[in-house]
């Protein structure tokens, strides 16, 4: 057989065209209006792409981190809104999509320096979070699980520790303001809670403070200027033969301790 001929009958495997089990049924999901026959075991990303689109926005991370997939459905027959990731959700039968690549919530401006972690901070730079009547939507919107009203809630009565803390995981996706009927940016009321919290509560981590002051006098120049200079090779060689910390790293040091 010619080379020719044998690269007739290679099949590639591209992300937009999953390899299916023999046999995958299919089911109807509505995508821009428009229905169509997908692989039932697709997520909805997957599914999107398998339809023929393209994604240029709405799509970044497709492991559940970044945000940048909500997604909205109803299932055809029933009254009921659902919310979820767009890379994590499977496909369900009749399916009505709708992508929300991006909320448009209203954020603060400030100089993060020179602000106090207070609740009056918060709620100067945010006041609408005092209009939460309590109806917990934005916690059953979000696809984090995180008690959204809670954050909420900690923030009006001013405990910024709190806030932040409920709200470590928030990937701000935006579905909860998209439900809010206060009108609440809850991702950046939380965003500023974090960088409160991180700046002005947290204790400061007097290793970190050392290692700063190491690297503003210039210890690690030289080393950085070596790595620049490498080529691809050299660097992967590097990598691969570095020392690596082991997951219990109680008490250990490199053998290497030029850097330290
Ligand atoms: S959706 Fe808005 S009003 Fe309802 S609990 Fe959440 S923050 Fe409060
Ligand atoms: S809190 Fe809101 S923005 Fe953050 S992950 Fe949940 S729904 Fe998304
Ligand atoms: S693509 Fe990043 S969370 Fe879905």
Redesign the pocket.
Known sequence: MSAQATKKIEVIASGDRPILPEGARTVPVYIMGKKYLLPETLTIQKAIEYAGYQFIRACGCRGGICGACPTVWRIQGDFQLHFGLACQTVIQENMILAQIPFFPANKAVYDLEALEATGEVVAALYPEIMK???????TRACPMDID??EY?NAAMRGDVARAARVSFDCIQCGLCSA????Q?A?YHVAQLCRRLYGKYILPRAAHLEKRVEEIQAGKYDGVLEDLARMDHEELRKRYVEREIEPLDSTGWEPEDKTYL
């Open positions: 939460c009547v309590g109806c917990n939507t934005c959204v009203m909420i439900r809010c009927p206060a609440i809850h």
